[in-house]
């Protein structure tokens, strides 16, 4: 790519100081091995930035990044998405009395149901994320707010958790540690989310959401482990929820072993924490079913939420998101459009360059080399 | 210079930060999972960051030795080894809490978006520095510039092979020294006046002849 111009450097080592000690060579001589790495001679090459190299790289660039662009564009405008916000801020919003009478003791939980329409059908695998916004996960003393081997299954950090984890390290009522402890466990996003499809005949059929295969692999079999033991309740039995959950962590799902305890997916997916402010985790996954083509058809909706999570005391919001998914992953416009726009600079800089060197060209091979 | 560089690290941070940041917004893996993790979004910035960097040394080293390849392309594999390290199983298994990163190289490098992001970020922050010094070359050429260039337009010669500089007689030696040295005897017999035949082009012609005038015997 660069103008490569062999040369081995020539250094002279003759003029070593021992021919100064005189003539008899009984002193060591200190003149350095006549070898290529010591006498500085290893061959080089020598990146010299010439029109003939940086002009054609400039255009190539930009004739391989346009297309990418468009490509990345084209893919991320066929990606169906929809958000849908239930936060009930606003007064007149379906979820808005739930989201005001909030109150921490609640035994039963708010439902409020959010209906929605969707214009396009989604093909192919949908997964249906919840959204944040205005939470922020990437705070240090958050994110340093878990202890990893009590996660992993190990039972002295079951008993006696990591001081990270202050101050949801130990229960301050009957003084027995939290487990999961720290302020990313007591955090767990508690919503459930259901999905119900209104017919044109009238009738209104359940949605199936997948609940396993939404974390990733190695936090699923490496990273969190329950403890050891076969009955979780009596693993767990002396130690207590964190403070703001409502169901100890050996029941967040009872029906499946696989996915209770620390491996409960849910738990999993909230314990990665999101390095932005506004961010979406997976939730629940709709297959493609294989007798009809379209996973969900457009049409009428409703979205059924147990709202357990208080988010107005920080003026956070919460959306669901449904959304299909293609081999650059979600709906993102902005690789696309950024490749698109590198791409012309590039191109435009290639020209403008070229204009330059032509006119300046003709200095650079009279220019006289002062001697 | 100060004031160029600061200016170049700015944009350079803002870069490496904002284009990660913008393109990880609303992201999620090719399988629907998380990508927008703090952890994976610490991995990419931290590995075009490391791209960045050797690339602007790759611009700023003139002379590429055996050894500047085996440093440069040796800290990008001992980067990338290190990151596998340090997120596998095992080191996360022996000291838990410090190696939390578990699984972050392995599932965000594997996605395409990702790499693209790298891709984009290293381009745009190398793009001005080559720019910037291609227009200097153009337009205010140093006189190491038009060397190089009036280099690379002849073609190197070929190096010389390695002679031991020829011995200098000393040219203020009066002839009645000479008789009381050893002579010419062996100069003579070894030859070695012969080479002087084709003075070679490390020497220009003025030494060339000052050296035949001391030995009186060579013909050029």
Same mark, same amino acid.
């Given at each position: ?22 003539? $008899? ?18 061959? $080089? ?16 660039? /930009? ?28 007064? /007149? ?7 005001? *009478? ?35 996960? *990437? ?14 299954? *190990? ?50 059929? $359940? ?91 457009? /049409? ?42 590198? /791409? ?28 | 210079?100060?004031?160029?560089? @600061? ?45 960045? @960097? ?108 390695? +002679?031991?500089?020829?011995?200098? @007689?000393?040219? +203020? ?17 070894? +030859?070695?006046?012969?080479?002087? +035949? ?23």
């Amino acid at each position: 790519m660069m103008a490569s111009s062999y040369n081995a450097k020539e250094e002279d080592g003759r003029n070593s100081n021992s021919s100064t000690h005189g003539g $008899a060579a009984v002193a060591k001589s200190k003149k350095p091995d006549n070898t290529a790495f010591k006498q500085q001679r290893l061959p $080089a090459w020598q990146p010299i930035l010439t029109a003939g190299n940086v002009l054609p790289a400039f255009f190539v660039i /930009g004739l391989i990044f346009i297309p990418i662009g468009i490509g990345l564009y084209v893919t991320s405008n066929n990606i169906r998405e929809i958000e849908i916000d239930y936060t009930g801020s606003e007064s /007149g919003s379906p979820c808005n009395d739930c989201s005001t *009478n909030f109150t921490w003791n609640t035994t039963t939980p708010c439902i409020c149901t959010v209906n929605f329409t969707l214009n396009q059908p989604f093909e192919g695998n949908v997964y249906m994320y919840y959204g944040l916004s205005n939470f922020y996960q *990437n705070h240090r003393r958050y994110v340093k707010s878990r202890d990893d081997s009590q996660l992993n299954g *190990n039972i002295k950090s079951l008993k006696e958790p990591s001081k990270e984890c202050e101050p949801y390290r130990t229960d301050p009522v009957t003084k027995k540690p939290i487990a999961p402890c720290g302020a990313i466990a007591n955090s767990l996003f508690n919503d459930t989310l259901e999905l119900f499809h209104n017919e044109p005949n009238g009738r209104t059929t $359940a949605v199936p959401l997948a609940k396993r295969g939404i974390a990733w692999y190695t936090d699923r079999t490496v990273k969190f482990r329950n403890p050891v033991g076969d009955n979780l309740s009596e693993v767990f039995k002396d130690t207590e929820k964190p403070m703001n959950w409502m169901k100890p962590v050996y029941e967040l799902d009872p029906s499946d072993p696989e996915n209770n305890g620390f491996i409960n997916e849910d738990f999993i997916v909230w314990m990665r924490t999101a390095a932005l402010p506004t961010f979406r985790k997976l939730y629940r996954i709709i297959h493609k079913n294989s007798s009809s083509t379209l996973t969900l058809p457009s /049409g009428s909706y409703t979205l059924k939420v147990a709202y357990n999570y208080p988010v107005s005391s920080f003026d956070g919001r919460k959306r669901m998101i449904l959304s299909t998914i293609s081999w650059m992953g979600g709906k993102n416009p902005f690789l696309g459009i950024a490749y698109i726009t590198v /791409g012309s600079i590039c191109f435009f800089l290639g020209v403008v360059l070229l204009i330059i060197h032509h006119k300046y060209d003709s200095r650079n091979n009279s220019a006289d080399i002062p001697n | 210079a100060f004031v160029h560089i @600061v200016m170049i690290s700015c944009y350079t941070s803002l870069v490496i930060f904002f284009i990660p940041w913008a393109a990880m917004h609303d992201a999620v893996r090719s399988d629907g999972k998380d990508v927008a993790d703090y952890q994976s979004f610490a991995l990419l910035t931290q590995t075009s960051l490391l791209i960045v @960097v050797s690339a602007q040394m790759f611009l700023d080293t003139n002379y590429w030795t055996a050894i500047n390849q085996f440093f440069l392309w040796g800290s990008l594999a001992v980067y990338i080894s290190v990151t596998f390290t340090f997120l596998s199983n095992g080191l996360f298994f022996m000291f838990t809490s410090s190696f939390p990163f578990i699984g972050a190289a392995r599932n965000c490098l594997q996605q395409s978006n990702v790499w693209l992001t790298i891709f984009l970020t290293c381009l745009l922050s190398i793009l001005p520095t080559v720019a910037y010094r291609f227009l200097l070359i153009q337009l205010n050429p140093t006189i190491s510039d038009k060397v190089r260039y009036k280099a690379k337009e002849e073609g190197q010669p070929t190096p010389a092979p390695y +002679r031991p500089p020829a011995r200098r @007689v000393s040219t +203020r030696r009066s002839s009645y020294a000479f008789s009381h040295s050893r002579g010419y005897g062996n100069l003579v017999t070894s +030859r070695k006046f012969l080479r002087l +035949r084709k003075p070679s082009s490390l020497f220009n012609r003025k030494e060339a002849a000052n050296l035949c005038k001391q030995l009186i015997f060579c013909r050029i």
